[in-house]
């Protein structure tokens, strides 16, 4: 697949469990925040997204948290399913502009 | 609804000879978008169009890539001549009008060059 030669930070859980994926990111003017899910030969997948003017949004088994003070922002997945193994991405927008700009991405492996 | 699509799925060439991406966004979305990612490298954004027109290049890498988008509906990315580093994997994005409104990628297009 795709990823073969990325070294890629990998986060293994047991199914069942909570995983939490992490980010940082560095321009105080990044104003929206979103998280993709990229499956194997697959395109980056719309996860979960969030303005600058929140700390907390929640989906379908899925919470971001935005920490502005750190530049820090995570992806919780409860319940861990094998299917949510993935690389899972976090990508920002700076000062409204239409272009995203991609975290290096993280490994989610699923142990059933 | 028919998601973003590209073609083709892979591509092997030789450095030195041209290859032309395709991408079809969704229906009626003004907004287009090409990202690459190379090896061991994170996604990047390579340009916008705003239906037909160029609305931010800044990501293209150099004067061998020349990306178009005819009657603001699919668009290519056509690179010439390809040298060794443009290897990766070259997805299309497309959104409706708003910055915020959601980019769907389409599946890419892995580029290999010999």
């Known amino acids: 697949g795709e990823s073969v030669g990325l070294h890629l930070p990998t986060l293994s859980v047991q199914e069942g469990d909570n995983s939490i994926i992490n980010c940082a990111y560095s321009?105080?003017?990044?104003?929206?925040f979103i998280w993709y899910k990229q499956e194997s030969g697959k395109g980056p997948q719309f996860i979960i997204d969030?303005?600058?003017?929140?700390d907390k949004r929640q989906g379908q088994r899925v919470t971001v948290l935005l920490n502005k003070t750190v530049k820090h922002l995570s992806l919780q997945i409860a319940a861990t399913q094998p299917g949510d193994s993935a690389v899972y991405f976090c990508?920002?927008?700076?000062?409204?502009?239409?272009?995203?700009?991609f975290g290096s991405g993280t490994r989610l492996l699923v142990r059933p | 609804e028919a998601g973003v699509t590209q073609f083709p799925s892979h591509s092997v060439i030789e450095k030195g000879q041209t290859v032309t991406l395709r991408c079809d966004p969704i229906?009626?979305?003004?907004?287009l978008y090409w990202y690459r990612r190379v090896m061991g490298k994170e996604i990047k954004f390579l340009l916008h169009?705003?239906?037909?027109?160029?609305?931010?290049e800044s990501g293209m890498p150099n004067n061998r890539f020349l990306a178009e988008r005819t009657g603001g509906t699919y668009s290519t990315l056509k690179v010439q001549p390809a040298e060794l580093e443009d290897s990766g994997v070259y997805f299309c994005?497309?959104?409706?009008?708003?910055?915020?409104?959601?980019?769907?990628f389409g599946p890419g297009t892995r580029l290999t060059v010999l």
């Open positions: 321009n105080s003017a990044s104003d929206y």
């Open positions: 994005a497309s959104s409706r009008a708003g910055a915020t409104d959601t980019q769907y």
């Open positions: 969030i303005r600058s003017n929140m």
């Open positions: 990508a920002e927008r700076v000062d409204s502009s239409y272009k995203l700009i």
């Open positions: 229906s009626g979305h003004d907004n």
């Open positions: 169009f705003v239906k037909e027109s160029k609305q931010d």
